[in-house]
């Protein structure tokens, strides 16, 4: 069975601040696909990003980036100078290769302060 | 192109009853996914369907069903409502399935279900 966590429930920071969300992950599987939602105080959730396992490649869109490191199962979501608007939940999540589950973690509330 | 929508958007039902939601995927998506979100057991996956046909499946209980149509629209039913059942229901769907790495969810806005 897969398993995604995230250890911090809670950030608070300061706007303009650099905040780094941790997702480790848990699979069997050689093939996954993991991503990365957020969910304002509306409710609705929103796609970020998606990795495939078999790309390692980092990403930076914005203020945003991604690093995946097979190596610690690790897929970790950073936003640089923060904003007020991106205070919401922030939801790392897994599809293993093998079926169609996508396996939520806890998620992460990010509360970005003026 | 129009997003994912879902209907009702809120709902209070008594327990014992049975319950209805709908979910309009994407034009061109054929696989739809329904997830239950509550405060305690955060996002936990229902099933989802493909071509109309149940693909995967959570572990929720038999009163929980679902089914797609031919045009890729789904519903979910909930029966014998329970207080539990009481929680935000998010329907996501997505392009094609295994293989393409096109696996990225969009989901809709959510039914809120209230069980009094």
């Known amino acids: 069975a897969q398993k995604v966590t995230q250890a911090q429930t809670e950030i608070s920071v300061v706007e303009k601040e650099d905040v780094t969300l941790d997702c480790v992950y848990e699979?069997?599987?050689?093939?996954?696909?993991l991503f990365w939602y957020k969910q304002p105080p509306s409710g609705e959730l929103v796609f970020l990003i998606r990795?495939?396992?078999?790309?390692?490649q980092n990403e930076i869109s914005g203020r945003y980036s991604w690093n995946f490191q097979k190596s610690t199962s690790s897929f970790n979501f950073t936003i640089t100078a923060s904003q007020v608007v991106d205070s919401a939940v922030y939801f790392c999540a897994l599809i293993p290769g093998s079926n169609y589950k996508l396996t939520f973690g806890k998620g992460t509330l990010l509360t970005v302060n003026p | 192109k129009a997003g994912v929508t879902q209907t009702p958007r809120y709902l209070i039902k008594t327990r014992g009853q049975q319950v209805t939601l709908s979910c309009s995927p994407i034009?061109?998506?054929?696989?739809v996914s329904w997830y239950q979100q509550t405060p305690g057991q955060g996002l936990q996956f229902l099933f989802e369907y493909f071509s109309e046909t149940q693909r995967n499946k959570g572990n929720f209980p038999g009163r929980f069903s679902g089914r797609q149509f031919s045009n890729s629209r789904s519903e979910m039913n909930v029966s014998t409502l329970e207080l539990g059942d009481s929680a935000l229901y998010l329907c996501?769907?997505?392009?094609?399935?295994f293989g393409t790495g096109n696996h990225e969810q969009y989901f809709g806005p959510g039914t809120r279900l209230t069980v009094t």
């Open positions: 034009s061109g998506h054929r696989s």
């Open positions: 996501a769907s997505s392009l094609v399935g």
């Open positions: 699979t069997r599987d050689t093939t996954y696909y």
């Open positions: 990795r495939n396992s078999f790309d390692e």
